[in-house]
């Protein structure tokens, strides 16, 4: 499941679903904005701060429902990928979920909660250069991962800043591709896909 940064559902967030898709999964790429495409970071923050937390927590909870009934094994699980916005929210699901969520993987998302439920295994891609999230907020989110037993296998990447990974104005390739090339060897190791589990 991707979960998407305040910019909403865009071109670059459907491509991402489709390169994970390619890989083996089935994806699911819920529209947490209701079709709402903020054109700034000022618009983006006012559109977050009038959404109601439990719209939000309600719709995110429902397409992890949605995405078991729809693969071709229910009973398997999940792995979200979040960025920004999306990666909060991917690491609050892990713990609200446990029993569904099997892995987590943030970009330049953080939170502060308990996380002794979770049985997820945890990536993180930051930059060094974020306006938004401080290495401090990096660290805080990897502790309190950490003091609930979870793996976690964090990077930081230099010169870089929030948004990175996505399309626009603050998108590094080299940054991104390496991202890309860590996530896949995740997903793949924590969940292999169906067409990898059949051939062992």
Do not use: C
Request: aromatic residues 8%; without cysteine; glycine residues 8%.
């Amino acid at each position: 499941m991707i979960l998407h940064s305040w910019w909403g559902l865009t071109d670059g967030v459907k491509d991402l679903a489709e390169r994970v898709a390619d890989l083996g999964y089935t994806v699911i790429a819920p529209d947490l904005l209701g079709g709402v495409r903020p054109e700034s970071a000022e618009q983006g923050a006012e559109l977050l701060a009038e959404i109601s937390p439990d719209e939000l927590s309600g719709l995110v909870i429902s397409s992890a429902h949605t995405l078991r009934a729809v693969s071709a094994d229910e009973t398997k699980p999940i792995i979200v990928i979040g960025l920004s916005m999306g990666g909060t929210m991917a690491l609050w699901l892990s713990a609200r979920l446990p029993e569904s969520i099997t892995g987590v993987v943030t970009f330049y998302g953080t939170q502060s909660i308990d996380f002794d439920s979770a049985e997820a295994s945890y990536q993180g891609h930051f930059g060094d250069q974020d306006h938004i999230v401080d290495e401090e907020d990096r660290v805080v989110t990897e502790s309190f991962i950490r003091l609930g037993e979870n793996e976690t296998d964090f990077h930081v990447y230099e010169g870089v800043g929030h948004w990175f990974f996505e399309p626009g104005d603050h998108h590094d390739s080299a940054a991104s591709d390496l991202a890309w090339e860590r996530m896949a060897a995740f997903l793949t190791e924590r969940l292999p896909p169906a067409a990898a589990a059949s051939d062992s």
